[in-house]
Each structure stands twice: as structure tokens, then as C-alpha cells.
């Protein structure tokens, strides 16, 4: 996927935080497998307001490659990447916030 080679490109094969923020957006199967496989972040935090995104930020969160949020807020969710995320070396599950 392009967007995962450029995430690599620029974080020069280092695993670094990664802020998505959605509007109504749908992700299939085939995108989240292969963000998955890449390994290209250490932490995803996802910002969202509707219930579509918190559904496809919890389907995200099912994979345990590395720790993700939902946030409602753009400010939690980039202190949670520069805090608790940037530290943190599990994998898996879905924060709420």
C-alpha cells in the first residue's frame, strides 16, 4: 500500500506513532492486514466523532501489533502518543478515551 511505503520512507525503517484522524471513513479487511504486517508504527491513535469511526478504529484494534486509542480529541490523542504510547511495549486492544 502507498501509504504505508510512505510512512516508511519517512521514518527511515523506524517504528514511530502514528495519528489518524477520520471522517466517516471505512477501512476493509485486505488495508488493515497489511498495516499489520508492515510493522511501520510503534502506536495509533485514532480521532474520530462518529459512531462509524469508533467501529473502525475498534476493528484496527483488534490487531495486537502495537497499542491503539480512540479519541474523541486531537490534543489527547497527540498526548497519548507522546506519553503512555511512546513508552509502552505492549500490543493489542483498543483504549477508549
Known sequence: MKSIEKMQ??????????L?????????AAARGAYETAKAVSAVAIVGSTVVDRVAAA????????????FTSRAEAIEWL??????SSEGGGLRQA
Open 20 to 28: 489518524v484522524e477520520t471522517s466517516d471513513v471505512t477501512m476493509n
Open 59 to 70: 476493528a484496527l484494534g483488534r490487531h495486537g501489533f502495537c497499542p491503539h486509542a480512540y
Open 82 to 87: 507522546d506519553g503512555p504510547a511512546s513508552s
Open 9 to 18: 520512507a519517512l521514518s527511515a525503517g523506524r517504528a514511530l506513532p502514528l
